[in-house]
């Protein structure tokens, strides 16, 4: 597939020259870029006057700016913005609501157009910093959309508290709202109580249905949160949002003339390629998607392919792209919590901020609703999915013998963030029993109220899931206590005890 890959970015004249990267030959053809260029011109500049080496692009090409902070960039006319991705050592700019604002739009008169950045810097060294990813809020109604600001908003403010002086921003995974557009403004109200800086993926509700083409449908999304694909840098760190939802639109009447499906075109992949061309190789990249590369659930269900709908179709792509840097894909979507190393990047789904679509506490695997916690210290990432509500320290749920009905015999534990490096062990009496056994199944919790075509009642067509982080033991009548340790690769461990008398 890499192959022909190349051979396909050869054939759009946007591979060596044709990519505009600084250092390289000038003169090659570019993808949307001819004698009807915009002519764009502008300065970055700090405190202390203009900033050199920022990278400014339409989404199209990259180029850099200058010793004194200018730059020019021939971009295509076809593109909305001129936007830099902010380097470190200074803060995201925001709107009000405090989303990013790292954009100008492209007015272009005469073919000139005029684009300049002021950036502050942070008031700390950000090579010690987090980010909050918060997978599909998805909010359907007014009344969700409070449910979100009730509960989501403190949690967040509590879990930025708890990260103490680091810079902390968030991330909207997608499906920022669920197909109601007008939304976005609760959306956008919420992200100002939470009082970060968010950056935000467009998911396969946040679009305009009506549209008749994939470039339309992030119309309103556009509106309210700029390019739908940019990248920056905090610390040592360089991060890339992408957009792989792709939709083929409608026929005019509002009527579908098919379904969306993951997918990154050639425009953005080539976007991608001259950005990471200005990344120190073995650097930590870290991209957001909505869409996941390959979601598994496919397998554990039974089935012999995935849908088109839960994994990105050119992902071999965005891998070979990612190849030489210490990458991590962190996406939502599917409405469960997933790690997925297979492919190179280590690949993050991420349970939901809505839960299984604000039915209920948890989603359909059995991970509480909530949202990922990541801390980066220069080099090294590491993460703790953080349930809304509970303490940062609620990492799995134990149940009693005979929860699960295929496995009578055992008791199971929930330990929904865990990956194959975690040690689950459990302990009888306050003696080490031994290692429990990872199986696939259903998630107690989830079957109790997920399961059967008249509940949930809010939505009757979610069921449980099977997942594959679930951890079975036998049960032993004799033994007066139970407990599970699960300790993570960072050592962290956490316990739980099955909710039985014998607990």
Not at 280 to 302: C, D, M, N, W
């Amino acid at each position: 597939m890499q192959s022909t890959r190349r051979d396909f970015l050869k054939y759009l004249g946007l591979t060596g020259a044709a990519l505009g990267v600084p250092g390289m030959a000038a003169g090659a053809p570019r993808l949307g870029v001819g004698r009807k260029s915009v002519t764009v011109t502008g300065r970055v500049t700090g405190p202390d006057g203009g900033l050199e080496g920022v990278p400014i692009t339409d989404g199209v090409t990259v180029t850099q700016t200058g010793a004194d902070g200018r730059y020019e960039l021939a971009a295509s006319p076809r593109r909305p913005f001129v936007y830099l991705s902010v380097p470190s050592g200074y803060r995201l700019p925001t709107h009000e609501t405090g989303t990013a604002r790292f954009y100008r739009p492209l007015g272009a008169a005469g073919g000139t157009a005029e684009a300049s950045f002021r950036l502050t810097p942070l008031d700390r060294d950000d090579e010690r910093h987090a980010f909050l990813f918060l997978a599909d809020p998805q909010t359907r109604t007014e009344a969700e959309v409070q449910q979100f600001q009730d509960e989501t908003v403190p949690d967040v403010q509590g879990a930025v508290q708890a990260l103490g002086d680091r810079p902390v921003f968030g991330v909207g995974g997608g499906d920022l709202v669920f197909d109601d557009l007008s939304l976005f403004s609760g959306y956008e109200a919420a992200v100002q109580e939470m009082g970060i800086p968010f950056v935000q993926a467009v998911g396969n509700h946040d679009l305009d249905f009506d549209a008749p083409g994939d470039p339309g449908s992030t119309a309103t999304f556009r509106q309210h949160f700029g390019p739908e694909y940019y990248s920056f840098d905090r610390g040592a760190a360089h991060y890339v949002v992408l957009d792989d939802v792709y939709w083929p639109g409608s026929d005019g009447f509002g009527r579908e003339t098919g379904d969306y499906h993951g997918h990154l075109d050639a425009a953005q992949l080539a976007w991608l390629e001259q950005d990471l061309a200005l990344v120190e190789k073995g650097r930590p990249v870290v991209v957001f998607t909505h869409i996941p590369p390959l979601s598994t659930a496919y397998e554990r269900q039974g089935e012999a392919s995935p849908s088109v709908r839960g994994r990105i179709g050119n992902r071999a792509a965005l891998y070979e792209l990612l190849d030489p840097f210490d990458a991590h894909i962190i996406s939502g979507h599917v409405h469960e919590n997933e790690h997925r190393f297979a492919d190179g990047p280590h690949e993050h789904v991420v349970g939901t901020v809505c839960g299984a679509w604000w039915t209920g506490p948890v989603c359909y695997d059995g991970t509480p609703k909530g949202y990922a916690v990541y801390e980066v210290d220069g080099e090294s990432v590491k993460w703790r999915y953080k349930s809304t509500g509970h303490e940062a320290d609620h990492q799995m749920r134990a149940y009693p013998a005979g929860a699960d009905p295929e496995a009578p015999g055992e008791w199971v534990a929930n330990v929904w963030d865990a990956t194959d490096d975690w040690t689950v062990v459990w302990y009888e009496d306050g003696i080490r029993t031994g290692a429990m056994a990872r199986r696939v199944g259903l998630d107690p919790m989830s079957r109790r109220r997920h399961a059967g075509g008249d509940q949930p009642e809010k939505h009757t067509w979610v069921e449980p899931q099977p997942t594959a982080h679930l951890y079975y033991a036998p049960d032993n009548p004799d033994a007066n206590r139970v407990r599970v340790e699960a300790t993570d690769p960072a050592g962290r461990t956490y316990v739980a005890r099955p909710s039985s008398g014998r607990g």
